[in-house]
């Protein structure tokens, strides 16, 4: 354990903003699966509101930093490849 005041204080901050990172990484995820679930429904007009809905989320997450916005393009390009391939 941290003996240091500026230490014990990086603790705190470092938790606080892994929680925030954790949060935003499980509603990405959560988008993408929404969008899976409407191809597999093969609603393309559902599919398609949900891939703006998730593009948004994953962008935000890029902004954030909680992304690295290559990973943040390689998601949105995977999804909206997704829904293009739909009949």
Do not use: C, P, Q, W
Not at 19 to 41: H, L, M, P, Q, W
Request: aromatic content about 2%; glycine content about 4%.
């Amino acid at each position: 354990m941290a003996n240091i005041k500026s230490a014990k204080k990086r603790i705190l901050v470092n938790r606080t903003k892994a929680d925030r990172n954790k949060a935003v990484r499980s509603g990405v995820k959560t988008a993408i699966k929404k969008v899976f679930a409407a191809i597999e429904a093969g609603d393309k007009e559902a599919a398609k509101a949900e891939l703006a809905s998730a593009t948004k989320v994953i962008e935000m997450a890029a902004t954030k930093g909680v992304y690295h916005k290559n990973n943040a393009a390689r998601k949105v390009s995977r999804i909206s490849k997704a829904v293009n391939k739909m009949a």
